[in-house]
């Protein structure tokens, strides 16, 4: 089957950083997606990554590795808005999205 | 304002009810979509249209109809559905499914309770 890994909940500090993993098993890759969603928003898109490495934009950056099956989203200098959802998809052989369930970033002051 | 929008924003109804979703796109995409948000579940994709021909229907029960009138709208129709198919219908289009990032856009959603 296809799967989609992500912790269900992190917390951290205002002004901090973090990082959310994202493992998959997909049959085939066409792409991995990170999204953020605030509680009762929709989705929006953060980043896209197809190639190997580190896709920076400003205070987000997310690194695939296809070789392990992993990305991560690294967040830096966190302010109190970065509360959200964070959601990690992989396109597949297909061109489907499969969806991670997310994970809830709690930011403390 | 992300371009994509939906009503109802919310939508109370019995098992017996008939209703239908509606999402209309402002983007010029070729695309849409209908998913399932459940809480703490992954998104669960049920209809992709593209180019108005559906493309996509993943093992969907048929109490969910969709419709796709032209590339702008995008209906789903409901009809004697379950308690468990209570859960938030996101609808969002992209411009080509096959190219590059081709990120999503999603509307508000339709928080959906059935009684």
């Known amino acids: 089957g296809q799967n989609i890994d992500q912790p269900t909940e992190m917390t951290a500090t205002e002004g901090a950083i973090v990082q959310i993993n994202c493992t998959y098993q997909t049959s085939g890759f066409n792409g991995l997606f990170w999204y953020q969603q605030h509680a009762g928003e929709a989705p929006t898109f953060l980043s896209y990554?197809?190639l190997d490495g580190l896709e920076e934009k400003g205070r987000f950056s997310s690194f695939l590795s296809r070789s392990k099956g992993y990305s991560y989203l690294l967040l830096k200098e966190l302010q109190m808005k970065d509360s959200a959802s964070y959601l990690c998809?992989?396109?597949?052989?297909?061109?489907?999205?499969?969806w991670g369930a997310g994970t809830k970033l709690i930011i403390k002051p | 304002e992300t371009g994509v929008t939906q009503t109802p924003r919310h939508l109370v109804m019995g098992m017996t009810n008939k209703k239908s979703l509606k999402c209309e796109q402002h983007l010029g995409h070729n695309a849409m979509y209908w998913y399932k948000q459940s809480a703490k579940k992954p998104l669960e994709l049920m209809f992709v249209y593209n180019f108005k021909e559906q493309t996509e229907n993943n093992s969907v029960p048929s109490r969910f109809s969709p419709e796709c009138p032209n590339s702008s709208h995008l209906f789903l129709h409901l009809h004697t559905l379950q308690p468990e198919d209570s859960a938030l219908y996101l609808c969002?289009?992209?411009?080509?499914?096959?190219?590059?990032?081709?990120?999503?856009?999603f509307g508000p959603g339709t928080r959906l309770t059935v009684t």
């Open positions: 990554n197809v």
């Open positions: 969002a289009s992209s411009q080509d499914p096959g190219q590059g990032a081709d990120e999503q856009y």
């Open positions: 998809a992989v396109r597949n052989s297909n061109y489907q999205l499969i």
